[in-house]
C-alpha cells in the first residue's frame, strides 16, 4: 500500500482506506451466511451439538473480524491514523460505496466498529461514525418477495401439503398425512375461535427457514385486508423423520419465540431490513433493535437500540432514577421511567459476602452472550463510553452512582460518560410482582419461577443465587433471571446431601459441622432462604418440590456429560400436536 501513501496519490489514502473495511466486511457477511446455511445441513443430519457450535462460532465471528479489519487500516494508514480528515474522507467513500447495498445498514454498522475500534475510549463520534441512519432503515426494496403466497383453500389439507412442498428436506417425514390432519384441525380451531372465515385470508410464509437448536421454524403470516395473524409452524427431526409439531397462531407464543430472552435464529437473509418488516407486521410490540437481534444481526441490533434511545430522549424530560427493587451488591441500576430499558453500572467495590471481581462480572456477562438462553436469561447490550445528560440525573442519584462506581464515571460540563456498563430489558422483579398479584397469578409465577431454574439447568446453567429478587417478571408473565454475578456450570457443581450429626453437639452446632467447598451445593437448604412466604413456598414445594432433592441436579447433570440437547420447547406445551391430540 505505500503507493498510496507517498507522492500525488496520497490524496487516494482515505479511499484505500475505506475499500479495505469494505472487503473486510464483505468476508465477514460470506463466512456469517456460510455459517448459517450449515444449519440447514445440520437439522437435516440431527447434529444439535454442531447447531448450537455454529451459534457460538457466529457470535464470535463478528469481533474476530473486527479486530483483524482495525489493526490492517491502524498498518495501512500509519502515522495519519489519528489525522480525523482522513477519518472523514474515508467514512464518505464508505458512504458512496454503500448506499445501494441490500446490507447497507450492516455495512455501516461494521464500519462503526471498526472507527470504534480504532479510536479506544471514544464515544459515538456524529461526523466520523453512522450515529444517525443515513436514510430510511430499509435498504430497498427487493425484485420479488421474500415469502411463498398461498390461497387458503376449502381443502385445507391441500393448502398445507403445498406449504410444506416448499420446503425441501433431504430426508423423510416421520408421517406428513397424519401431520396434514393435525395442522387442519388447528388451523380450524384457530378460525373458530376468532369467528373469521378462513377463504378470506392468504397465507404468506418466509422462503427461508428458521433454525435453532433442535427446531426448524416455517415462520409466516395469516394476512386479509383488515387483520394479520402469525402462524408459525415448528418442525423437529427424531430417528424416524421430520414432523410437525404445532401449528402457531398465538401472539403469545409467538411473541414468546422471538423474544429477547432467547439465543438468535440461524436463518439466510438477503435484505435484512425486509425479513425485519414482514416480522414487524405480526410483531407489533418488538422494537426493531429486538428484531434485528432475533435473526443474528445483533451488533446492528445494538445499533437501532442507540438511535431509538437518541430519538426517545429528544422527545422525552423526565429523570433518570433507581430502578426498583432491592439493591443488588454488585450492580448500580437505575432507568428512565418513561424508556423500557436499565442500565447497569459494575460497582468498584462488593459488599461482602460477594467475592467475585470485576473481571469475573464482565465475564459471566459475555458468557450469558454466547450461551443458549433458553428464554430464561434476559439479553443484554454492553456499551464503552456511553455519554449521558447530567441535568437528567438528579443530585441523589448523581451521589449514588459516584459513590458506587466512580472510576467509571467522567463528568464533562453537562455530559457524564459511563466507561462501561450494560443496557437490558426493563422487567418487574419477581419478588415485587408477588407483593401484589391475585392468587391465581402469583400461583403462575411461581410455576414459572420453578420452571426456569429448570430450564436454565436443562442447558447448564447453575444460577447460584435463586432469590425472587434476581428473577424478573416479562409482559407476558414469563420469569427470567438477570443477576449473572454467580452463574456457573452445572455440570461444576457438587450437589450433596448434608450428612447427619454423629452427636448432640454436632446437631446443636451453629455453624456447619461438616466440610463445604467452594463447588457445593445443599437442596435441601433450599426451602430456608428462596421463598420466605409460606404460602408461596407450599405452592412452589407442590410444582417443584423435585428442586429440594439431589436426584433431580444430579440426573441433570448425568444427562449434560453424555452430551445430550435437553428438549425445551419456545412454546406452550399444549400447543404441541402430541399434547393436543394424541
Known sequence: MKYYTEG??????????????LGAYFNYYHNFKGITKRAHIRFENRDWLGIQSDVRARNALYRQAVGETTEQVLDLLGDRKGDPGVWKLTKEYFTYEVKNFNTRNIAETFYNSVYRHSHQGLSADVENMFVHATATYREFKSTEPIYFSFDVDEDLKFTFKSILRRYKFDVQWEDLNRDLEYLH?????CVNIRKIAATTFRIETIKSIFYRNKGAYIVGRLKSEAIIIPFVIPLLHRESGIFVDALLTDDRDVSSIFSYNRSYFLVDVDIASEMVDFLRSFLPLKSLGELYNSIGFEKHGKTVF????????????????????IKGMVMHVFTLPSFNVVFKIIKDQFAPPKQVTQEEVKSKYELVNVHDRVGRMTDTHMFQNLVFDRRRFSPELLEKILRDAPSKIKITGDDLEIEHLYVEKKMTPLNIYLQTASPEDA?????????????LAAVNIFPGDMLLKNFGVTRLKRVVFYDYDEIGFLTDYIFRVIPEPRDEIEEMSATPYYHVGPQDIFPEEFPRF??????????????????FSVGFWREMQERLRRNEIVEVYPYRTNQRFIVKYQ
Open 8 to 21: 500525488i496519490f496520497e490524496k487516494l489514502l482515505p479511499y484505500e482506506a475505506s475499500h479495505l473495511i
Open 185 to 189: 384441525q388447528s388451523f380450524q380451531e
Open 306 to 325: 442507540y438511535r431509538d434511545f437518541l430519538r426517545h430522549l429528544a422527545r422525552s424530560n423526565d429523570k433518570y432514577v433507581e430502578a426498583p427493587g
Open 443 to 455: 400461583e403462575d409465577v411461581i410455576n414459572e419461577y420453578g420452571q426456569a431454574i429448570k430450564e
Open 530 to 547: 428462596l421463598i420466605g412466604s409460606p404460602t408461596l413456598r407450599e405452592i412452589f414445594f407442590r410444582l417443584h418440590g423435585d428442586l
